[in-house]
């Protein structure tokens, strides 16, 4: 009976998608050397996650915006309940 792990799963998984970027990076990588202007514009593989990581930055800042347009909102809202409150109306 083999036990398997979801962590160590994960962890396979994950090493496998690396694996699969170095070996995408080392199959470019003569075509790099060869014409370095033409490997700047080429697709290579991001082998560190930056693109991955802009496009969480920019995520992030959208729904920090929109998080705090709800939070100001709300605010707002719970301002003129209190009011409405206080004066009995």
């Known amino acids: 009976m083999t036990l398997r792990f979801a962590k160590t799963d994960a962890a396979l998984e994950r090493l496998d998608q690396a694996i699969a970027r170095l070996e995408a990076a080392a199959a470019a990588a003569p075509a790099a050397i060869a014409n370095p202007k033409a490997a700047k514009s080429s697709a290579l593989p991001d082998l560190f996650g930056h693109d ?7 995520d992030y800042a959208r729904l920090d915006q929109a998080a705090r347009q709800v939070e ?15 004066t009995g109306s």
């Open 52 to 58: 991955e990581l802009t496009q969480t930055k920019q």
């Open 72 to 86: 100001g909102r709300l605010d707002s809202m719970a301002d003129r309940l209190q009011t409405l409150l206080d």
